[in-house]
């Protein structure tokens, strides 16, 4: 075999071996390049779930929050002014709202102030009258609360009497309590103070006056500058 054919053979060899080299180097890359889109692809579809694990139990945690929450509203509304800016209160401070509704509750002739033959005017007359039955003086988690706002109307210059049955009944022992009141024209007075006196235990701060139908800024501003 003279040496031209042996280097044509090696040079036909060293081009197969070339060949080969570059064929297993481009499918070894691209297999490189699945893997790693794959990978990213795992990683993305993880990432995802876990962001959406996140925000699911950060809903959950704040559904949870509020349910549990702290602070309470506790409201008697003979004419739907008191439960409005109870309402507003809660909302604001993202607090628990628990109404007070008598078995009896009273209608608009109950409520005519000027008919002394009314309900109100006979139960202001007659303190044994006042002892008004409610529908429930129990608030579920009520020892998880600190801080209580009682709200009601002005009757006579003291709270609505519905309110004092709530309060004999519960212990506000470890709780902050702040009174608020709606009125047309009377001030808060000693309602505030009257009820602390009939309470078992509490912190009771000073209360807050509003007008029978407060703007949402009055009752945001107040709120507020109790925060």
């Known amino acids: 075999m003279n040496k031209k054919v042996i280097i044509g053979i090696i040079i036909v060899i060293v ?5 080969a080299a570059i064929y297993f180097i481009n499918n070894n890359s691209q297999e490189n390049e699945e893997q ?18 996140e925000t699911t139990n950060t809903l959950d945690g704040e559904n949870t929050e509020t ?5 309470l509203v506790v409201y008697f509304s003979a004419q739907n002014h008191t439960e409005a800016v109870a309402e507003k209160i809660a909302q604001n401070l993202g607090a628990d709202i628990f109404e007070l509704v008598p078995v009896d509750e009273y209608t608009s002739d109950d409520l005519n102030w000027n008919d002394d033959n009314s309900r109100v005017s006979k139960e202001h007359e007659d303190e ?17 609360y600190d801080t209580v706002f009682i709200g009601y109307p002005i009757w006579w210059g003291i709270a609505a009497w519905p309110v004092d049955t709530f309060v004999k009944a519960n212990d506000f022992n470890g709780k902050t309590v702040i009174p608020f009141c709606t009125s047309s024209s009377s001030g808060l007075g000693q309602s505030g103070e009257l009820l602390a006196e009939e309470a ?17 800024s009055d009752i945001q501003e107040w709120t507020d500058s109790i925060q």
């Open 36 to 53: 790693i889109a794959n990978s990213n692809e795992e990683n993305i579809v993880e990432t995802n779930e876990t962001q959406t694990r």
């Open 67 to 71: 349910g549990n929450s702290k602070t």
């Open 15 to 19: 081009c197969i071996v070339i060949a």
């Open 128 to 144: 044994s009258l006042r002892n008004v039955e409610l529908e429930s003086t129990t608030v579920e988690n009520w020892d998880s």
């Open 200 to 216: 078992n235990g509490g912190n009771w701060l000073e209360g807050h006056r509003f007008r029978s139908n407060p703007s949402d």
